[in-house]
């Protein structure tokens, strides 16, 4: 199954009972009670979902990890290396 | 440190006069230190300011065994060069990562270990998580990488955290078969050979690392490859 076929299917399973309570194939006590809340639900679910991705995208741009000691070792090693090469034969400009 | 075992470094490289030879110093300083058998495959796609010439001085300091040149004449592809570099490569482990000091040796040793550790058919290079990080990115590009990270986790629940990176250690068997059944071009190619490591039902173990971005100035994350990006998304969504 790809992503795909797996993703259609959760929508299927999940729209099609929201449909027949929302054309009213589906009506009962609790649906006609509820008809409003049933309708705006997958809006609020998107909403939701939208809004909890972002707050994790943030929260991981804020603690994204940076290396300054990587950048400073590489410099460090960059000057050494020349060095070492130039006394090996191989002059870097 | 493993009886037998030879770790093939495939190093594509254009234009890279200068980083070549540090590049080659470090692995060739941390290979040495943990006594590990190597070689260094360089596959130059004609640059124009001279990177072969370096390569071939490199040569006679580290030796033929050590450097080995495999130029092709122009600009031809990240996944060509993979399949250009496994053909030619000796070792029964191939390391794949950028010429250009993003990517630093002295992890290496590290995704040797965690290989034998758990066996793993690859291990990758992942800057999202434990100590692993990023130098030389503004908030720009660190939102758009989380971003996309984070869309690529959604929709192609990967099994990996850091999808686009390029710094990783395959069985040599394992890249080969990978590199011959992707389609995709650029950062998607990275993707697809993770994605596809998994449908094959190859394992996979992860290692921090550290991207050392001396080149964000000049490279470009425009609008091409933002939508590049999507499309290889879309396309993988799709088929896998």
Redesign the interface.
Known sequence: M???VE?LTGIVLIMGPWTAVVTNTVKNEFTDQYFMYILLLPLVLVAMFGLV?VA??AH??YN?????D??E??TR??KE??E??KK???K?? | MGGGDKYSVLLPTYNER?NL??IT??LCKYFKESNINYEIIVIDDGSPDGTLE?AK??Q??YGEDRIVLRPRAKKLGLGTAYIHGIKHATGNYVIIMDAD?SH?PKFIPEFIKKQKEGNYDLVSGT??VG???????D?KR??I???AN?VTQ????PGASDLTGSFRLYRKDVLQKLVESCVSKGYVFQMELIIRARQFGFTIGEVPI???DRVYGESKLGGSEIIGFAKGLLY?????
Not at chain 2, 131 to 137: H, P
Not at chain 2, 236 to 240: G, H, I, R
């Open positions: 790809t992503k795909l993703w991705s994790i995208i991981r741009v994204f990890n940076v290396c300054n990587a950048a070792e590489l090693q960059i290396a020349k070492d090469l090996k034969g191989l870097i400009d | 200068e030879p540090i110093w470090l370096v001085k490199l006679e300091i000091l630093h800057r999202y100590n692993g990080g990023v130098y030389g990115w908030l660190k939102i990488s989380r971003g984070y959604v929709f192609l629940r550290s991207f050392v993988l969504f799709a088929t896998t």
